[in-house]
Each structure stands twice: as C-alpha cells, then as structure tokens.
C-alpha cells in the first residue's frame, strides 16, 4: 500500500530525456506499473501531443490508459483524441521561453481550459522576467472556475535550468499565496538534494521538496522552505514525511519522472515505502 501523501507523485515521462524510451516499450512498461504493487504512485503516462495518434494504435480493443498529453504542437492545436481508450487526464504546454512575456502564451492556456473543462490544464511559467504577474493571472482564471494550474521547471541540459533552493521556494510561497496548485518537471529522479556525477549539476530532490512544500502550507517563510530544499540529509526530511503520510500533499500536483523505479526505490530505501505494504 501507498500512503496517500504519495498517491500519484509521479507521472511516467520514459519517453521525455534523458529516459527516452521508444512510445511501445513506454507503453509496456506502464501497463506493468499500473498492475504493481505500488500503482497508487504511479501518475499517468506523459505522451508529447504529436505523438498521441500513434500510442492510440498501440492499445488493446478494451484498453483504457489515462495520460497527460504535453505540447509539443501550437496550444490551439491541443486536446484529446477522439477514442474512448485514451483518458485524458491533464494537458501540459509552455507558454513561454526565459526572458519572454509569458502573458500572451497564458492567454491561449486559458483559452485551451475554456475548451477543455473537463481536464486539467497547466501552464509551464518560466522562472524569470514576468512570473508573478502570470502566476496572478492564472489563478485569478483559476478562481473563476478554469481547471487550470501551474508548472515548473526543476532541471534540463544547462546549468540555468536548475532554480536555486531559494529561488524555488519563492516560487512555491507564491503558489501558497495564490492557493494555486503547481507541478514540477525534470531533474527530480532521486528524494534527496545531489549533485550528479556526470554533469556536476546539483538536482532538487523530490522529497526536499515534498517537505518544503508542506512547510509553506503551514505558513513558512521563504529563508525556511529554502533551507529545506538545500538539505542534503536525508535525517531531518524523514520524520516529517512520515508524519504526513496519511495527508494529501496539498499544492504540489506531483511531478514527472523518466524513471518510475528511482524514486520508488528512493522512498523504499528511506523507509516511507517499504515493499508492497505501507512503511
């Protein structure tokens, strides 16, 4: 068993870097997380939206696979495919580049969730010139009925996508203000703040943030959420995941990983999940 703190933490993008696993294999392998022990981790499977008419000729007669389709194709040009096997969770694009005015990308997701009521929606808001005024539009949409949300990114292929803990946690203080949900995406494969071997870039860890994003809930400071997502020790993150265990995680959707295994063998070895039954 999952406990709820958990339940659909992560969405499986094996076919986004640096997984990059073939649509097929990808399809596979998620039906076999679906059927695990531990599917009440497991989120939908992401799909670029140029590649959803070929998973739909990848599925059984009675098959029914829930994604999230993410934009890789002009945002007017996304929405579901017309084929009751593929159940559309939530729709992802991003609205602008870093250093561009995200408004008028934020226009046309606001646009895309006034066509598509019955998804979620999320925008990907750039870290830099003009997030807090997007982020005040999409929750003012937000709470005028729109199911739409924020998303950002944690990580890439340069430095400069990787957000600073205390740039981060403005970030997630500002959702908290707001009370707009957000997901993130890239660079959180592992639970605790590391630095990667290969490219000697340092990754947020998904249960850094678990915890940070808990704390701003409750009402923290930036200087505090920060100096959870700076922490390096497993210890002092434990004890209070485990005391939330039984709590949805509130703001923070969840994220996506390439690797389903990782973070799950992450929660197992710190002892949150432990082989099949709660830990």
Known sequence: ???????????????????????????TAHRGHRA???????????????????LT?????????AIGIIGDVPIDRLGPPDDPRVVVRQVEAAVAKRGEDPQPGIARILDLAARLPEQDVYAEVPLTFGLLAGLDTIAEA??????????????????????????LAAVICACRERELPFKLTAGLHHAIRHADPET??????????LVG?????????VAEVAEVLAATDAVPLIEPARARRDQPRGLWVGF????????????????LVNGGYEG
Do not use: Q
């Open 256 to 271: 996506g990983s390439c690797s389903m295994l990782e973070p799950l063998t992450d929660l197992i070895r710190l002892g």
């Open 200 to 209: 000697g870039f340092t990754h947020h860890g998904f249960l850094n943030i």
């Open 36 to 54: 695990a022990w531990y599917a009440e981790l497991v989120g939908p499977l992401l799909v670029p939206a140029s590649s959803v008419d070929a």
């Open 57 to 65: 000729g990848l599925l059984d007669p009675a098959e029914r696979l």
């Open 142 to 167: 937000r709470r005028a009925g729109a199911r739409v949300a924020a998303k950002f990114r944690t990580g890439g292929l340069a430095a400069e996508l990787f957000p600073t803990p205390v740039e």
């Open 213 to 221: 994003a808990a704390l701003a809930a409750d009402g923290a400071e």
């Open 1 to 27: 068993m999952i406990a709820p703190l958990f339940h659909r933490l992560v969405d499986d993008a094996a076919v986004f870097p640096p997984g990059n696993a073939p649509l097929p294999d990808a399809v």
